[in-house]
Antibody, heavy 119, light 108 residues
Framework: EVRLVESGGRVVLPGGSLRLSCAAS????????MHWVRQVAGKGLEWVSH????????YYADSVKGRFTVSRDNTNNSVFLQMDSLQSDDTAVYYC????????????WGQGTLVTVSS | EIVLTQSPSTLSLSPGERATLSCRAS???????LAWYQQKVGQAPTLLIY???KRATGIPDRFSGTGSGTDFTLTIARLEPEDFAVYYC?????????FGGGAKVEIK
């Protein structure tokens, strides 16, 4: 069974940092590009970042470029999102998702982790 | 980036009725790289359709996708109670990935 389980979301102060994790199981992790997508409560979906299967390439939305860093550990089947200089409009549920290539459709998503940036 | 506009934003229908959701792209998707997702309250999105018209694994055949160029459609032939949800289109023709604003199918 394919599983993606996000963790690390919590309340953080504006200007603070947070590291999200996504643990994968049930598939060959290093066959897949991994993505982070976020969703503000009651709003739509926004692609944030993706990292290639081997970690050699990473791409970011303009809204997070220079503040967020994606990485992966293929030994432990995990992908991470380091979030720095957090702002109130980064408050959202963050989902990790997979695709075979990039750009591509996202064929499986985790259940998400909530990040709240608030003083 | 390619902007996707979904219409209508809300569709009020009864079980058994047909739902037709539209997704219009700001420029042509040359390879018809468009997907549809369903999201129920409190859940993650799930993939319904990819490459405009291909159903994802396990998706019933009452869901169908059509379109080309800038205009795409998701049709639900006969609404079942579990189909009342929010639907998003997404293009992967060009980076960055972009999503439509969503369309809610609600019970009338």
């Amino acid at each position: 069974e394919v599983r993606l389980v996000e963790s690390g979301g919590r309340v953080v102060l504006p200007g603070g940092s947070l590291r999200l994790s996504c643990a994968a199981s049930g598939f060959t992790f290093d066959d897949y590009t991994m993505h982070w997508v976020r969703q503000v409560a009651g709003k739509g979906l926004e692609w944030v970042s993706h990292i290639s299967w081997n970690g050699n390439s990473a791409y970011y939305a303009d809204s997070v470029k220079g503040r967020f860093t994606v990485s992966r550990d293929n030994t432990n089947n995990s992908v991470f999102l380091q979030m720095d200089s957090l702002q109130s409009d980064d408050t959202a549920v963050y989902y990790c998702a997979r695709s075979l290539i990039a750009p591509d459709y996202l064929d499986f998503w985790g259940q998400g982790t909530l990040v709240t940036v608030s003083s | 980036e390619i902007v996707l506009t979904q219409s209508p934003s809300t569709l009020s229908l009864s079980p058994g009725e047909r739902a037709t959701l539209s997704c219009r792209a700001s420029r042509s998707l040359s390879s018809q790289y468009l997907a549809w997702y369903q999201q129920k309250v409190g859940q993650a999105p799930t993939l319904l359709i990819y490459d405009t018209s291909k159903r994802a694994t396990g998706i019933p055949d009452r869901f169908s996708g059509t379109g080309s160029g800038t205009d795409f459609t998701l049709t639900i032939a006969r609404l079942e109670p579990e189909d009342f949800a929010v639907y998003y289109c997404q293009q992967y023709d060009t980076s960055p990935l972009t999503f439509g604003g969503g369309a809610k199918v609600e019970i009338k």
